[in-house]
């Protein structure tokens, strides 16, 4: 089911990208560094967040354990999913893996804007990077290896804004609602700020996305980002569900 809902074009990029000498190599050579610093970011949460567990917060486990069960939580039989908050205000979260956890962090913000819905995306959002194995191909620590030419460069971020949509899936899959994925979207570009202030306008919103292709490249080059453009995102839930 989960293929299915992969986006294709990330998968055919992430294996031609997991096979390349070039990349296996600085894989196998920096294998400690980057298990080191997937340890600082599982250390850092239990210093500086607050873990949500059944207990500390049944209402935040509930959504993630809907969640898993959206997804198949057979996906998970090898995981320990782990939940911390952070006190960030700004509307984000993250995903990494430590041994046979996956640990997601979300900002105080994302409870304090988003609705049940809104944080089922943003946290289905997160499992996806996990169970499509994104963090097996680190392309922002790659990408400033002075070994890597820059047109691996641009495929490895080219990669990493596909990995974005193939996430978005596994979020739209759990919130079930495509409203709520656009508007979970929506509220990360405007800071939480909504209804009644601002309405999704896709047509309005996918304006931006042209008005920016008439810009020169070479003044506001976008090749090195790791995130599609917001309104890209919220036109590929459409075209998707």
Same mark, same amino acid.
């Given at each position: 089911?989960?293929?299915?809902?992969?986006?294709?074009?990330?998968?055919?990029?992430?294996?031609?990208?997991?096979?390349?000498?070039? !990349?296996?190599?600085?894989?196998?050579?920096?294998?400690?560094?980057?298990?080191?610093?997937?340890?600082?970011?599982?250390?850092?949460?239990?210093?500086?967040?607050?873990?949500?567990?059944?207990?500390?917060?049944?209402?935040?486990?509930?959504?993630?354990?809907?969640?898993?069960?959206?997804?198949?939580?057979?996906?998970?039989?090898?995981?320990?999913?782990?939940?911390?908050?952070?006190?960030?205000?700004?509307?984000?979260?993250?995903?990494?893996?430590?041994?046979?956890?996956?640990?997601?962090?979300?900002?105080?913000? &994302?409870?304090?804007?988003?609705?049940?819905?809104?944080?089922?995306?943003?946290?289905?959002?997160?499992?996806?990077?996990?169970?499509?194995?994104?963090?097996?191909?680190?392309?922002?620590?790659?990408?400033?290896?002075?070994?890597?030419?820059?047109?691996?460069?641009?495929?490895?971020?080219?990669?990493?804004?596909?990995?974005?949509?193939?996430?978005?899936?596994?979020?739209?899959?759990?919130?079930?609602?495509?409203?709520?994925?656009?508007?979970?979207?929506?509220?990360?570009?405007?800071?939480?700020?909504?209804?009644?202030?601002?309405? !999704?306008?896709?047509?309005?919103?996918?304006?931006?996305?042209?008005?920016?292709?008439? !810009?020169?490249?070479?003044? &506001?080059?976008?090749?090195?980002?790791?995130?599609?453009?917001?309104?890209?995102?919220?036109?590929?839930?459409?075209?998707?569900?």
């Amino acid at each position: 089911m989960l293929e299915g809902i992969r986006f294709l074009p990330e998968k055919e990029l992430f294996d031609a990208l997991k096979s390349d000498r070039h !990349i296996k190599d600085y894989l196998k050579k920096n294998e400690h560094s980057i298990f080191t610093s997937s340890t600082h970011v599982y250390v850092d949460n239990l210093r500086q967040s607050f873990e949500l567990t059944n207990k500390s917060s049944p209402y935040i486990s509930n959504l993630l354990n809907q969640c898993i069960h959206s997804i198949g939580s057979e996906h998970f039989k090898k995981y320990d999913v782990r939940l911390f908050l952070n006190s960030d205000q700004t509307l984000n979260a993250a995903c990494s893996k430590y041994k046979n956890s996956i640990v997601i962090s979300l900002n105080a913000g &994302c409870i304090k804007s988003l609705s049940d819905d809104e944080l089922k995306f943003v946290i289905g959002h997160e499992l996806g990077h996990a169970i499509f194995d994104h963090h097996d191909l680190p392309a922002y620590g790659i990408c400033n290896n002075r070994g890597i030419s820059p047109s691996k460069t641009i495929k490895l971020m080219d990669w990493s804004r596909r990995a974005e949509i193939s996430a978005d899936r596994v979020g739209l899959l759990c919130t079930k609602d495509k409203f709520s994925a656009k508007s979970a979207l929506v509220k990360l570009s405007t800071g939480g700020i909504f209804d009644p202030f601002i309405q !999704i306008d896709e047509e309005s919103f996918l304006q931006q996305l042209e008005l920016s292709k008439e !810009i020169d490249p070479n003044d &506001c080059d976008l090749s090195y980002s790791t995130h599609p453009l917001s309104p890209l995102r919220v036109s590929a839930i459409s075209l998707f569900s």
